[in-house]
C-alpha cells in the first residue's frame, strides 16, 4: 500500500480539494514507528495512551463535512497524533489558523513534532480540556471534534461563529456524526454511525 493507493479509491467521491489536501499529508510523519508499514492502509492505528489516529477515510468525509476555506480560524478538538489538523491546515492555508487541543500531554508534545516535521506552521496544539473549547480565540469559522461526546459540548456551541459549521461525534457505545450548523438558531444533521474513542473531560463522558 503506498501513499497514491490510499486515494486511489477516494477519487471522484471525494472533493477535489480535500483529496489535494490529504495528499499533501504524508500520514507516515504521523503514525508511531511500530505501524509505519500501515500508514497508508484505510484504517485507525494505535498512536498510544489507548487512543488512535482516525482512518483516512473518517478524515476525509469530516473535512468535506466542514467545507473549509482560505483564512478560516478553525478549532480542533483531539490533536491526537496531528494529522486531522494537518489536513485542515493545507485548506485554510497561510491566512488561516488552525487551534488544536489535545488532554493528554504526551500526545500535545508528539502532535507538536510531527507537524513540525510535516513543516506545518499554521496549527498550534494547546494542552486542555477540548470539552470546554478555547475560549481565548473565539469565535471560530469551524470546529472540528475527533472524539465522541455524550451529546454537542455546551461550550463549543458558544464558540462557534455565526454561519459557522461544527462536525462531532455524539453517542458512548452507538455514536452518530453530527454536523451542527450555527444560524440564528442551529440545525443539527445526524450523518453516519461512527466510531471514536470517548470526549473525556468536564463536558465529556466524565463531568
Ligand atoms: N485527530 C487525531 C485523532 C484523535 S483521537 C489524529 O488525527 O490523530 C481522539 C483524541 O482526543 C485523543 O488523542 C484523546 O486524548 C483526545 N481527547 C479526548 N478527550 C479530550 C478532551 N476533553 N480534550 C482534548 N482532547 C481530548
Redesign the pocket.
Known amino acids: 500500500m503506498s501513499h497514491e493507493n490510499l486515494f486511489e479509491g477516494m477519487k471522484g467521491r471525494v472533493d477535489e480539494m480535500v483529496l489535494q489536501a490529504m495528499m499533501k499529508v504524508n500520514r507516515e510523519l504521523?503514525v508511531p514507528n511500530a505501524c509505519k508499514s500501515l500508514a497508508y492502509a484505510d484504517m485507525p492505528l494505535p498512536?498510544g495512551?489507548g487512543?488512535?489516529?482516525?482512518a483516512p477515510h473518517m478524515?476525509a468525509i469530516m473535512v468535506q463535512l466542514l467545507d473549509l476555506r482560505e483564512g478560516m480560524k478553525v478549532l480542533?478538538?483531539?490533536?491526537?497524533?496531528?494529522?486531522?489538523?494537518a489536513v485542515m491546515a493545507q485548506l485554510v492555508g497561510s491566512t488561516g489558523y488552525i487551534y488544536s487541543?489535545?488532554?493528554?500531554p504526551e500526545?500535545v508534545k508528539m502532535a507538536g513534532e510531527n507537524l513540525k516535521a510535516a513543516g506545518i506552521e499554521n496549527v498550534t496544539v494547546v494542552q486542555?480540556?477540548?470539552?470546554l473549547g478555547l475560549p481565548e480565540y473565539a469565535p471560530y469559522d469551524r470546529i472540528n471534534v475527533?472524539?465522541s461526546a455524550p451529546e454537542v459540548p455546551k461550550p463549543l456551541m458558544d464558540q462557534l461563529a455565526k454561519g459557522g459549521k461544527m462536525a462531532v461525534p455524539v453517542g458512548s457505545y452507538y455514536q452518530e456524526l453530527v454536523l451542527v450548523t450555527k444560524e440564528d438558531g442551529s440545525t443539527t444533521q445526524r450523518l453516519m454511525a461512527v466510531a471514536?474513542?470517548?470526549?473525556?473531560?468536564r463536558f465529556?463522558h466524565e463531568g
Open positions: 504521523f498512536i495512551h487512543q488512535t489516529i482516525s478524515v480542533d478538538i483531539g490533536a491526537g497524533s496531528g494529522y486531522h489538523a487541543v489535545e488532554i493528554i500526545l486542555g480540556d477540548g470539552s475527533a472524539a471514536f474513542v470517548p470526549l473525556v473531560g465529556g
